[in-house]
């Protein structure tokens, strides 16, 4: 159990970005509410009265301009005057409905008016501390044209409320909330880290149970499709090393098997012409052709194990050329014609006189003879082989059959697996090492070529593959 806490771990790490993004969030609502509440609310207030403004000039000259007047004036809460070019007010005049205006002296309409003539547009707008009020006003200004043709000005006073009574209310609300926000962010984000992490914490552990060779281990599944299709994963896998440890295990046994065998059968019989036949030259020579027969199973077995590497190892280099797989099947089986003779094997094989294809001619002698040699294992009592080789469309398809007990077809997509035997009883073959179908195997797939295998219990089974007939 850790003691110290892992700062790279998933959980502290989502707890981490967690409680940072509250603290963000606290402190752009800190900003935009008490940092930059004033210029906001200064900025909002002096769009305001330029809209009021500039709506009043667009309105001037309509018969009812009065009462637009009023109505602005008492609505959004401003002071709207018009004055004449001497700074005196001339409209709205003095009425219980009007709100008081403020009294200018000579010096700050004259300013207000000379700001206005000074102005290219014809328009001011600008902030001016009331000495009355002793608070900051805005002011807005825009020349009017008068129907005898002096000049007018209207004259807009919005007063700016101070907010920081309210810029204390609500800081000290942003505290409540921080405070809160922190505290529940503290404690979701630890929930979800530790839900998060949960399923991905019960898959490593299972995975360092399965990489201590349990391959019974179960990964189980959590509450998110990515560690669900994770988890599917490491079954399988699971599952599949199981099946390769369990292939392991049958060719290590195998191959010890066929190694032993013929080395026991060695050194009996040279202990036999030691001992016994040394002087007897018709025993002799039957004895040392059982060693000589026994040193080349070792060898073929040895071949087929470098074979079966090299291939593996080196699948891409294929040397494609046109030939007759007719003829090349036929020199093949002048190497079966000792098992004919002295046991009896038949060889049907069936096709025309030739038929080319195109392939790696070596690399598909070495295919035909490891089929015809495991059928030669495994064909029946009456040790009779079929070869069948015909044209199908811009293929070849060539079959070897024999006439054992079949494969069941539960173990059909097995038998391509190295030293894989049928119902896991091994034993000493006729001819072969028991890995020639896994090297035919990895030479057709290096070739893209179809292959497979069809049987049925005690009818047989046949084996076939296609080739190209042209580039």
Not at 1 to 17: F, G, R
Not at 132 to 145: K, S
Not at 317 to 324: A, L, N, R, T, V
Not at 439 to 465: C, P, R, Y
């Amino acid at each position: 159990m850790k003691n110290k806490l892992d700062m790279k771990s998933l959980k502290v790490k989502l707890w981490t970005y967690f409680i940072l993004f509250a603290a963000t969030i606290m402190t752009i609502l800190w900003l935009l509410q008490i940092v930059f509440l004033n210029t906001y609310y200064k900025s909002m207030k002096t769009n305001e009265i330029k809209k009021i403004g500039d709506s009043l000039v667009a309105e001037y000259g309509k018969d009812d301009f009065e009462d637009i007047i009023y109505t602005t004036s008492f609505s959004r809460g401003v002071i709207i005057q018009i004055l004449n070019e001497d700074g005196i007010p001339i409209f709205p005049m003095n009425t219980s409905f009007n709100p008081r205006p403020p009294k200018f002296n000579s010096m700050d309409s004259r300013k207000f008016i000379d700001k206005l003539e000074n102005d290219n547009q014809g328009k001011i707008l600008y902030t001016i501390e009331d000495s009355r009020l002793g608070r900051p006003t805005i002011v807005y200004g825009a020349v009017l044209q008068g129907e005898d043709g002096e000049n007018l000005y209207l004259y807009i006073n919005g007063l700016l409320d101070p907010i920081d009574s309210t810029t204390f209310v609500l800081k000290n609300q942003l505290i409540i909330v921080t405070i809160i926000s922190l505290l529940l962010a503290l404690g979701l984000s630890f929930i979800i880290a530790s839900k998060i992490s949960k399923p991905i914490t019960q898959v490593t552990n299972a995975a360092s149970v399965l990489a201590k060779g349990n391959y019974n281990v179960v990964f189980e599944k959590g509450d998110y499709t990515e560690i669900d299709d994770l988890v599917a994963t490491l079954n399988y896998t699971t599952t599949e090393l199981s099946k390769i440890e369990e292939l392991r295990r049958d060719l290590i046994a195998n191959v010890s098997h066929d190694l032993r065998t013929p080395l026991t059968l060695i050194k009996s019989y040279a202990e036999m012409i030691r001992d016994i036949s040394g002087n007897n030259p018709e025993k002799r020579q039957s004895h040392v052709d059982v060693i000589i027969d026994e040193s080349d199973r070792l060898t073929r077995l040895v071949n087929d194990i470098l074979d079966l590497s090299k291939i593996e190892a080196d699948l891409n280099q294929i040397d494609y050329k046109e030939f007759d797989i007719v003829r090349t099947t036929k020199e093949i089986l002048k190497r079966f014609l000792i098992l004919e003779e002295k046991d009896g094997f038949i060889f049907r094989l069936n096709c025309s006189d030739e038929i080319k294809v195109y392939g790696d001619e070596k690399k598909i002698e070495q295919v035909i003879y490891n089929l015809i040699s495991n059928a030669v294992n495994f064909t029946g009592d009456n040790k009779l082989v079929f070869i069948n080789i015909k044209n199908v469309g811009d293929f070849v398809k060539y079959e070897v059959k024999d006439t054992g007990k079949g494969i069941p077809e539960e173990e059909l997509n097995h038998i391509w697996d190295r030293y894989y035997m049928v119902g896991k009883t091994h034993k000493r073959a006729v001819i072969g090492t028991g890995l020639g179908l896994s090297i035919v195997k990895n030479i057709l797939t290096a070739h893209n070529s179809d292959f497979g295998v069809e049987s049925h219990v005690n009818q047989g089974t046949t084996f076939w593959f296609q080739l190209n007939t042209n580039k």
